[in-house]
């Protein structure tokens, strides 16, 4: 069977890659292995966990959810002999992140974990984010605690993933980008879809997420799939 190594965006964590991707991957026979990454080291860890998914499973479709689309297409560009497929969901900022809103972000909370603790900082992402994203989040950065501090900052100085390297992708990439997300603005995910040679955009809603987050795995691989009919859902 075919297989999809899928990544988790910062400060969330594979489960939610599951129910995202899951469902729209099975139908394609599709089968999809959700990487944890390990918080301690989260860019080397996400990359050898794609080795060792290629090495077991052989050339992949790979990428995953903001900086998980990130590292994703990264490794694909790096391996392109063991990549099928790139699927990008919410990409965040290309190369340097500086000014990228999901880097300020994931910045801040660090901030404010070490002044306050986990318990403080829930308590105030609660009070300004969608029920079903700070529920979401809850899970994810308890389960994270107590690296996600660390885990935070490197994902906001994550730079690999550059202009250049984005246009020697020659790989079919699916971007799934919400239209109302001011976190993963749409026009990164355009910026990537102009510079990588074969790719396309589908777009959602941040309220579609939140009803059903398999509209968000069905979105990326609907726009790979208009590119390469073989990852086509045939239900």
């Known amino acids: 069977m075919r297989v999809a190594a899928l990544l988790p965006g910062t400060g969330s964590r594979a489960d939610f890659v599951r129910r995202a991707f899951e469902p729209a991957l099975k139908p394609a026979e599709v089968s999809l292995c959700a990487i944890e990454p390990d918080p301690r080291d989260l860019i080397g860890s996400s990359l050898h966990a794609l080795d060792q998914a290629a090495e077991r499973h052989g050339p992949l479709i ?3 959810i903001s900086l998980g689309a990130a590292v994703g297409a990264l490794w694909a560009s790096r391996n392109p002999h063991l990549t099928t497929g790139v699927v ?10 500086h000014g990228a809103p999901a880097a300020l972000s994931a910045t801040i909370t660090a901030e404010e974990l070490s002044r306050v603790g986990l318990d403080g900082t829930i308590t105030a992402m609660k009070a300004s984010t969608p029920g079903w994203l700070a529920d979401e989040l ?3 950065w308890r389960q994270l605690w107590p690296h996600l501090p660390g885990a935070l900052l490197a994902a906001a100085s994550f730079d690999k993933l550059t202009a250049e390297v984005l246009r020697t992708i020659g790989t079919p990439v699916g971007i799934a980008a919400a239209i109302d997300d001011p976190i993963h603005p749409i026009a990164v995910a355009h910026s990537w879809a102009h510079r990588l040679p074969n790719s396309l955009v589908e777009t959602l809603t941040l309220a579609q997420i939140g009803d059903n987050p398999a509209v968000l795995g069905d979105t990326a691989i609907r726009a790979l799939s208009r590119l390469d009919p073989r990852w086509a859902n045939n239900s």
């Open 62 to 64: 790979v990428g995953g």
């Open 88 to 97: 990008a969901a919410l990409p965040a900022w290309t190369g340097n992140s």
């Open 138 to 140: 809850e899970q994810s």
